[in-house]
């Protein structure tokens, strides 16, 4: 049987990385590791949440076909292993977490792909989150909350759209696609 490309996108701060590592708690799905030019944010660990890599080592590696998708967000690149997810496709559910330009890429390549968006339920909520989160200054909180209107207005090209306001409740409509998904398979 295929397994499952599960690409999971949504506004900075709307918990996309805690809806994820909820999901990984189930050993059958495999979270692509991208590479990124961001600095770490504390705590963060190279391998683990991102490969933190240089932008000429970025440059290179888009130069020889390593990446799937990348794209330049938030005045850094990002962008998801090609080897890694087509590999690990062969033996597992595999999830990428990743911006809409960059979703949209995988989505031509691989059609099959599920495109999910997470969105929070008002634009306050998200703030707060984002806030709470003490990763971000003000001014980039502000720059990552008006990037929400760009990402709402490519809803209507996501297979599923999850409000994530309960995360519970979030967490369990996910798995709940993902079991209608495989049984449609
Ligand atoms: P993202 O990966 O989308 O940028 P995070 O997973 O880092 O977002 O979540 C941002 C903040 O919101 C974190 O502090 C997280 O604990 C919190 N959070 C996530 N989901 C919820 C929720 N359903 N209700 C309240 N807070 C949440
Ligand atoms: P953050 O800096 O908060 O970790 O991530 C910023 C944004 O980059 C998030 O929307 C996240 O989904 C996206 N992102 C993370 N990895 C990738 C990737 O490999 N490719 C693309 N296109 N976006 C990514």
């Known amino acids: 049987m295929r397994n499952i490309l599960l690409i ?3 506004p900075s701060g709307v918990g996309k990385g805690t809806i994820v590592k909820r999901l990984l708690q189930d050993d059958s799905y495999c979270l692509s590791v991208s590479c990124t030019t961001r600095a770490p944010r504390p705590g963060e660990a190279d391998g683990r949440e991102y490969f933190f890599i240089t932008k ?14 990348y794209s330049n967000h938030f005045g850094n690149y990002y962008g998801t292993p090609r080897e890694y997810v087509e590999s690990r496709l062969n033996t597992n559910d595999v999830i990428l977490e990743i911006e809409v330009n960059g979703a949209l890429q995988v989505k031509r390549s691989h059609p099959e792909a599920i495109l999910m968006m997470i969105l929070p339920p008002d634009k306050e909520k998200l703030r707060a989150r984002l806030v709470g989160r003490k990763t971000e200054s ?5 720059e990552r909350i ?3 209107d760009y990402e709402l ?8 759209i999850v409000i994530n306001d309960d995360l519970n409740a979030a967490v369990t409509e996910i798995e709940n696609i993902i079991k209608r998904e495989k049984e449609r398979k």
Not at 153 to 160: G, I, P
Request: aromatic residues 12%; negative net charge; glycine residues 10%.
């Open 56 to 69: 000429e080592k970025f440059k290179s590696m888009i130069e020889s076909g390593g990446f799937l998708e």
């Open 153 to 160: 207005s490519l809803e209507d090209k996501y297979d599923y």
């Open 138 to 142: 003000p001014e980039k909180i502000e």
């Open 146 to 148: 008006s990037r929400m």
């Open 8 to 10: 999971i996108s949504g």
